[in-house]
């Protein structure tokens, strides 16, 4: 019986052994596996969230590149246009100081000219009755006698006719 009791022993604990694996596969099955598979699908989703983030940053990145270079380009625009402006508003500066000194050269060339005509009117208002009277008196002196008159009668007929012919 020994031989049997012992039989009985393997077979027994061959069947303890097989329940003890049957539950402890249940349990993990149970258990375990579900909460295996939940971690591995949240690590999964995890991975692909990340993957989908790292897709929009990306995407996000070479929308703010291309951002930064239209900004870029149209700074460099900006800062053409300014430098122009400045140039245009330094050559209208300009453009007025020349014309102003311009005008005021032509003012004071005006002015100078009518001082100089207003000078020669006063000298001609002083001097002229001065010139007529003192012709005057060296005509009467010249021409005082009869035959000078004639004389010189005579030598602008000479001349007028020299001319004529």
Do not use: T
């Not at 258990?31 to 989703?45: C, G, S």
């Not at 009755?129 to 010189?152: E, G, I, M, T």
């Amino acid at each position: 019986m020994l031989i049997h009791e012992e039989l009985l022993a393997v077979i027994f604990r061959l069947v303890n052994f097989g329940v003890l694996v049957f539950i402890s596969v249940y349990l993990f099955k149970r258990y375990v596996l579900p909460f295996v598979n939940d971690q591995m699908k949240n690590e999964l989703a995890e991975d692909m969230a990340i993957k989908d983030r790292h897709k929009e940053i990306r995407q996000q990145e070479k929308a703010v590149a291309a951002f930064a270079q239209e900004q870029d380009k149209a700074c460099r625009m900006l800062k053409e246009k300014v430098h122009r402006w400045r140039r245009v508003q330094d050559d209208y500066v300009h453009r007025r100081a020349q014309e102003r000194e311009r005008r005021i050269r032509y003012l004071n060339d005006r002015v100078a000219r009518q001082e100089l005509e207003f000078a020669q009117q006063k000298v001609m208002k002083e001097a002229l009755p001065q010139a007529v009277a003192n012709a005057r008196q060296s005509l009467q002196h010249k021409f005082s006698l009869l035959d000078q008159r004639r004389l010189y009668i005579n030598e602008i007929i000479a001349q007028i006719s020299k001319e004529r012919a």
